[in-house]
Nanobody, 120 residues
């Protein structure tokens, strides 16, 4: 069992930065691929970024490529998402995810989400 808890969300202005964290319980954190997803009301949850459990291979949605950076610390059981040059369209609830498959087609574990609002 893996429990995930996101933090770091908030209200920022366009162009500003924010860093999300996801603390994972359990010693098997390092065995899972980790990802970030986001969701706005009335829309499906969408993929944002992922990082593999070994070698830390990363991939990003086109909408955030070049602005967001995903990273992980297996020693601290923590996943991060550094978000720069934020836009109003980045406003969403951001979820942390853990999956034993890098395609994240069937996520094993979800966090409870943290709200990010980008507005002037």
């Amino acid at each position: 069992q893996v429990q995930l808890a996101e933090s770091g969300g908030g209200l920022v202005q366009p162009g500003e930065s924010l860093k999300l964290s996801c603390a994972a319980s359990g010693s098997i954190f390092s065995s899972y691929h980790m990802g970030w997803f986001r969701q706005v009301p009335g829309k499906e949850r969408e993929f944002v970024a992922a990082i593999s459990w070994i070698v830390s291979i990363t991939r990003y949605a086109d909408s955030v490529k070049g602005r967001f950076t995903i990273s992980r610390s297996n020693a601290k059981n923590t996943l991060y998402l550094q978000m720069n040059s934020l836009k109003p369209e980045d406003t969403a609830v951001y979820y942390c995810a853990a999956d034993d498959n890098y395609n994240f087609k069937s996520v094993n574990y979800w966090g409870q989400g943290t709200q990010v609002t980008v507005s002037s």
